[in-house]
């Protein structure tokens, strides 16, 4: 029987081995922007198909979240982590050879999957391989900073692999650079805590299905339009099966997620900055490079490099944070995370379509700044928010928060840029013409939205015009929902609690 990693011996190995699975997870996550355009090119997808291709995989992440979470806890830690990967790395593979774009969808979803349950598992196993106390804090210092750097460098990773290989190049490398894991991942020590009580499939699944229902109605609203019958259905549904997850979760002995600690101000505060963060920052790292491919005539490569000023600071911030938190009390530093993110998006909403990076610069270096300051303090705020005994509930629900997050804000600013891209064109060139040409720009393709014949200058410049309006408005109402938050956050947080027991 092969030998397994356990007592002080397993902690390195442990640490090591789930940094090196996680680390492709925002790669492959942000990263597939910069390949939407030579993914519709090449497997003649629409716009909305393409969308499908990212807010899939957000869409699982987020859904299988919290039930690969308590699942772990059941049929092991280990297994749970193993499994994820596995599976992630079988998506990879699945994706690069996929003929159509619905087998890529497919694909995708199903790496979200295995994202959720290698990053639960992982972190499960991480919390019991190193007892509480220094130890834990340097190794998840470590997992953070591995997630930092996929994030910072993956945007220009997946640029530069989309150039030089194409869009299967970038899924086929991270499935050969997850290889080495998999028979690494079983020699780790097994660990599992079955909680009380039943598992909760039905929260499980009613949460997954109401957060499908919703993303249907945002991508398929702009092409369909918001009145039609399958949109307005997908709404009803989400609102439907929201309300039963509200009501599984409240009846249910082990819920998922435990709903009541947001009647907790402090807790509730901590909860929305990733959600709201979500808009100005993660949604940014998706629309951003096709945005400058189109009206900027950027490679996927520059994109990626242009978007390291917005990723970058991700690195940067935490270790300065942590000495900021020392002198600055903890509710100025939550709500200049989110001040930050607003002066980035309404300096960023001021640059003109066509502006190289000395001009973008500014605004998305603030921006990240905030997302980055966030990294080192809403974690550890949300678990200290509520009493110790209530902790890991906590950390359930306020990573569920944060996935739903992202996966609202991309599915929504999406929306918000084709409806508005697409008027801006309909009126003068009609409704076909302007689907078309806003379906490739999204996708970073401003070739393919231009038709040959008269005209086409102009109509390349109406159409950058177009996309570039669309933007800026989408910045100026993520300005506006970045100063809403970043006052509620700040009236929430002073709001005094009674005292907890801690012992």
């Known amino acids: 029987m092969s030998p397994r990693y356990s007592g002080p011996a397993r902690r390195a190995p442990t640490l090591a081995v789930i940094c090196a699975a996680v680390l492709l997870v925002p790669v492959t996550a942000t990263g597939t922007a910069e390949a939407l355009g030579d993914i519709g090119a090449d497997l003649h997808a629409g716009l909305d198909a393409t969308q499908w291709v990212i807010n899939a995989f957000f869409l699982t ?7 690969t979470g308590a699942l772990a806890d059941r049929v092991g830690r280990r297994r749970m982590f193993a499994l994820g990967a596995g599976v992630f790395t079988a998506s990879m593979l699945l994706a690069a050879a996929a003929p159509d774009v619905g087998v890529l969808i497919a694909a995708r979803a199903l790496a979200g999957v295995g994202a959720a349950a290698a990053s639960t598992g992982g972190t499960a196993l991480l919390a019991h391989a190193y007892p509480a106390g220094p130890g834990r804090t340097r190794a998840f210092a470590w997992f953070g900073t591995t997630l930092g750097l996929g994030l910072a460098f993956g945007p220009v990773i997946a640029g530069t692999l989309v150039g030089a290989a194409g869009w299967r190049g970038l899924f086929a490398a991270a499935a050969v650079a997850l290889l080495p894991v998999l028979p690494l991942s079983a020699l780790l020590e097994e660990s599992r805590a079955v909680p009380g009580g039943p598992m909760d499939w039905g929260g499980a699944a009613a949460f997954t299905l109401a957060l499908a229902a919703f993303t249907v109605g945002v991508i398929e609203g702009p092409t369909l339009g918001w009145t039609h019958p399958v949109v307005a259905a997908a709404f009803a549904a989400c609102a439907i099966l929201g309300a039963a997850f509200a009501m599984a979760e409240r009846r249910h002995p082990a819920p998922l997620v435990d709903l009541s600690l947001l009647t907790h101000p402090r807790f509730a505060a901590i909860a929305s900055i990733p959600f709201l963060l979500a808009f100005g920052f993660v949604a940014l ?5 096709p945005y400058l ?3 900027s005539g ?3 490569r520059q994109a990626g490099l ?10 940067v911030m935490p270790p300065v944070t942590g000495v900021l938190a020392r002198r600055v009390p903890q509710r100025a530093l939550l709500v200049a995370t989110l001040l930050l993110a607003a002066a980035g998006t309404a300096l960023l909403a001021a640059v003109p379509a066509g502006a190289g990076p000395a001009r973008l610069a500014a605004p998305l270096l603030l921006i990240g700044a905030g997302f980055g300051l966030s990294l080192a303090v809403v974690d550890g705020a949300a678990v200290s928010s509520v009493e110790p005994a209530r902790a890991g509930m906590a950390a359930g629900l306020f990573n569920t928060a944060r996935i739903t997050g992202e996966v609202v804000a991309v599915a929504v600013l999406g929306a918000v840029l084709s409806t508005l891209t697409r008027a801006s064109l309909t009126g003068r060139y009609g409704e076909a013409r302007a689907a078309l040409a806003t379906s490739r720009l999204l996708q970073g393709d401003i070739a393919g939205a231009v038709p040959a014949g008269a005209g086409r200058l102009e109509f390349a410049r109406l159409a950058s015009a177009g996309y570039a309006d ?3 408005t989408a910045l100026w109402l993520l300005t506006l929902l970045s100063l809403a938050g970043a006052l509620a956050v700040g009236l929430l947080m002073s709001v005094r609690e009674p005292a907890r027991v801690t012992s």
Request: aromatic share 10%.
């Open 293 to 295: 491919m189109a009206t």
């Open 306 to 315: 242009t978007l390291m000023l917005l990723t970058g600071p991700t690195l």
């Open 61 to 67: 992440f987020a859904a299988f979240m919290a039930g």
């Open 470 to 472: 669309a933007l800026h």
């Open 285 to 289: 790292t998706i629309v951003l490079p």
């Open 298 to 300: 950027y490679s996927a």
